[in-house]
């Protein structure tokens, strides 16, 4: 049997898709073959980085990849991970479906906490929502 191809699509390839695809190959591995990009490359962010490390995951050799990389790659399903690369998602020739689910963005929630701890709990709220959504595929990709 082959393995479903997921493209986790997010603004700046940083933080959400990224989790998103760590979490596929850590949880999902035999059954799914995971990428991630963005609409934009905004480099990889250390506090996601940290965060999946916490939970046995190691997305630090992850790159931040636009997402014109996988021109002519056929996916089975696009999933974008926030609202603007759903509503900027290119368009992908062939079969690949298009299924939305939003998280809310880590270095937003961040940004009115006061310390370094909080900071970093809102990362692992929106990682562990991420595991969740993953370990239920490919049955979470029904709409």
Same mark, same amino acid.
């Given at each position: 049997?082959?393995?479903? %191809?997921?493209?986790?699509?997010?603004?700046?390839?940083?933080?959400?898709?990224?989790?998103?695809?760590?979490?596929?190959?850590?949880?999902?591995?035999?059954?799914?073959?995971?990428?991630? $990009?963005?609409?934009?490359?905004?480099?990889?962010?250390?506090? =996601?980085?940290?965060?999946?490390?916490?939970?046995?995951?190691?997305?630090?050799?992850?790159?931040?990849?636009?997402?014109?990389?996988?021109?002519? +790659?056929?996916?089975?399903?696009?999933? #974008? +991970?926030?609202?603007? =690369?759903?509503?900027?998602?290119?368009?992908?020739?062939?079969? $690949?479906?298009?299924?939305?689910?939003?998280?809310?963005?880590?270095?937003?929630? =961040?940004?009115?906490? %006061? #310390?370094?701890?909080?900071?970093?709990?809102?990362?692992?709220?929106?990682?562990?929502?991420?595991?969740?959504?993953?370990? =239920?595929?490919?049955?979470?990709? $029904?709409?």
């Amino acid at each position: 049997m082959s393995k479903l %191809k997921i493209l986790f699509l997010c603004t700046g390839n940083s933080c959400r898709s990224q989790m998103a695809e760590g979490w596929a190959r850590f949880l999902k591995g035999e059954s799914i073959d995971a990428c991630s $990009a963005g609409i934009e490359t905004h480099g990889l962010n250390p506090n =996601a980085v940290k965060v999946m490390a916490e939970a046995g995951v190691d997305i630090s050799a992850h790159k931040s990849r636009n997402v014109r990389e996988f021109k002519g +790659v056929e996916f089975d399903y696009v999933v #974008t +991970v926030c609202g603007h =690369a759903n509503e900027n998602c290119p368009f992908f020739p062939g079969k $690949a479906k298009i299924v939305h689910v939003g998280f809310e963005d880590p270095p937003k929630l =961040a940004e009115s906490c %006061k #310390t370094e701890e909080k900071k970093l709990d809102c990362y692992r709220r929106v990682r562990d929502e991420i595991r969740a959504f993953v370990d =239920a595929l490919p049955g979470s990709l $029904a709409q």
